[in-house]
């Protein structure tokens, strides 16, 4: 089982000081990961689910703090959980991701992405928040296109994205693309996450019998596709209080990697939590 954590930037805030101390922190600890959110744009009443979002919540932009990650850190990798694919045009996407990846030595591997799930968020960006899953299928596709592109330009000619004899440089640390895992609690999801995704990452409101459907369909899908069901991560929230027993379980269920997010913002305890987590499993 890999073990990494969730930067939750609305609890935590964006203050670089706060930013650096809780990612080295992490990586002392000896968690695998860092995974940031994001939300482009939130309005008054914006809601997923039953829960409303307050609309000063601080939702830095999370290639740009995990830049800022990778810049006080030296082994820990970085993740995205999730960021919301359509509201970002993939050309550009895919050199942003690629330059986090050479700067930070080859640690942007746990990007993870999802299709949103707020129409106002969908409007502001000029998406159509109907068409959101046909343009991330898209947008997956060209970015590994561009990342496995050479210098004699590559094409794509599609609903919603077109070009001709593109070049994007600089390229991904020693692959050919970067993995793309995808995130959502939706049969959608997890049927793109069988087809085009490196692993699977569901939401945290799944039930139990949900969450064996979900990676179910995904594995299926990816059979479908002519791909390995068995090459597909499937990544979890957890808890930092959760025990051996409960990561044995997960484990049996086929959970290859659990995320975990602190419960306090002091700095202090929010150390010691990490540390006791890591000292129970190993960590470091």
């Not at 599609?158 to 693309?177: D, L, W, Y």
């Not at 069988?194 to 699977?200: C, V």
């Not at 269920?253 to 929010?270: F, H, K, S």
Request: with cysteine; aromatic share 8%.
């Amino acid at each position: 089982m890999k073990f990494g954590i969730s930067y939750s930037t609305p609890f935590f805030g964006a203050d670089p000081e706060v930013v650096a101390g809780f990612a080295r922190d992490a990586e002392e600890c000896g968690f695998e990961s860092l995974y940031v959110p994001e939300h482009v744009a939130l309005y008054p009443g914006a809601k997923i689910g039953p829960v409303e979002l307050p609309p000063s919540l601080p939702y830095p932009d999370p290639l740009e703090c995990l830049t800022f990650v990778a810049a006080v850190t030296h082994r820990i990798l970085l993740g995205t959980g999730v960021l919301l694919l359509p509201y970002h045009h993939p050309v550009v996407l895919a050199k942003r991701l690629a330059t986090v990846d050479v700067l930070s030595g080859g640690r942007m591997r746990l990007l993870t992405v999802g299709v949103g799930a707020l129409p106002g968020e969908a409007r502001a960006a000029g998406v159509d928040f109907a068409t959101r899953g046909r343009r991330t299928d898209e947008a997956i596709d060209v970015l590994r296109l561009l990342w496995a592109g050479g210098d004699e330009g590559a094409g794509y000619d599609g609903e919603f994205f077109s070009f001709e004899n593109i070049c994007s440089f600089p390229k991904p640390v020693g692959v050919r693309e970067l993995p793309i895992h995808v995130g959502g609690s939706s049969a959608a999801a997890a049927r793109r996450a069988g087809r085009r995704g490196t692993g699977y990452f569901p939401g945290g409101r799944l039930t139990a019998d949900e969450r064996r459907r979900q990676f179910a369909l995904a594995r299926t899908a990816a059979a479908e596709a002519g791909r390995d069901p068995d090459s597909l991560e499937h990544t979890r929230w957890a808890t930092l209080d959760m025990s051996t027993e409960d990561v044995e379980e997960l484990a049996r269920q086929g959970v290859t990697r659990v995320v975990v997010t602190p419960g306090t913002a002091e700095p202090g305890r929010r150390r010691e939590e990490m540390a006791a987590f890591a000292a129970r499993f190993g960590l470091s």
